[in-house]
């Protein structure tokens, strides 16, 4: 993205949202600086046209070309009858700087097109602690897309979580400055970026899947903006706990048709995300 651009998403974002939206959101385009992605003239102009909506703080760190990718077995898609069961301590793919990223084995079946409902009932399964604060907003304007957020409490008081899905295709350039990456084979590259000046995603975790998957996780040290202010709060996940949950192959722009129907009996009230 030139630097021209990028002034004039910020005066655009300034000019639209209330300080606290877009703080988060110029963070997020200061954190695709990071990412450098290579971007299609068409692309970036309909980005300028879609920032009014929330999930722009996302939706700024995706890039598309005309690249293609080709998804590895673990995270094809495979019928109900070749389900395997899920395993307690899958072997790790990777282990690097006291990490490890290993998929766990999950049963799979029929997929449909995915719910924001469905990415909250599949967070609060692999999320730790007790859950609350559930809410939705605006994805990509793509089928499937999703942007989440929930708050975790581990018995010290309440952090939040937010996580976008959505659809990418082309190719990564180098990690970028700040940045610490990890390419995990058969599955695609992890992303840490800490950006302290922002207490909705002080610690960014991403993963960019082989098969055209992206997920971004926030861990914020504040909760959402309550039209005064954002309460303090926690970040109540290692980068351990937050590499486990954006593994887990069952997030994508489709998703497994039990979550969805079950996130949208549990979840489909929800409010929405009203700030930043």
Not at 20 to 39: K, M, N, T
Not at 86 to 96: D, E, G, Q
């Amino acid at each position: 993205m030139t630097h021209g651009m990028r002034q004039l998403l910020t005066q655009e974002l300034a000019e639209e949202y209330s300080p606290p939206i877009g703080d988060l959101v110029r963070a997020a385009i200061d954190q695709g600086e990071h990412l450098r992605y290579r971007r299609r003239v068409g692309v970036v102009a309909g980005a300028v046209a879609a920032v009014v909506t929330l999930a722009v703080a996302f939706g700024l760190l995706l890039s598309v070309t005309d690249g293609t990718s080709s998804a590895p077995d673990r995270y094809a898609v495979q019928p109900a009858e070749s389900a395997v069961q899920p395993s307690p301590s899958p072997s790790p793919l990777l282990a690097k700087d006291g990490l490890t990223f290993a998929v766990p084995a999950v049963s799979s079946g029929p997929t449909v097109v995915a719910t924001w409902a469905a990415s909250l009932e599949l967070l609060d399964r692999l999320l730790p602690g007790t859950h609350s604060g559930q809410a939705w907003g605006e994805g990509e304007a793509t089928p499937g897309s999703t942007f989440v957020q929930t708050y975790v409490d581990k018995g010290q008081g309440p952090g939040m979580i937010r996580l976008g899905v959505a659809a990418f295709s082309g190719s990564l350039d180098e990690c970028g400055r700040g940045q610490r990456c990890y390419e995990v084979p058969g599955v695609g590259r992890v992303a840490i970026d800490e950006l302290p000046e922002n207490c909705v995603q002080s610690k960014v975790v991403s993963l960019f899947r082989d098969d055209g998957v992206y997920l971004q996780l926030n861990l914020g040290t504040c909760l959402a903006w309550d039209g005064t202010r954002n309460p303090e709060g926690r970040m109540v996940l290692t980068e351990q706990e937050a590499i486990d949950v954006v593994l887990d192959p069952r997030w994508g722009v489709r998703m497994p048709t039990d979550l969805v129907s079950i996130g949208a009996a549990k979840f489909g009230s929800a409010p929405k995300i009203s700030g930043g």
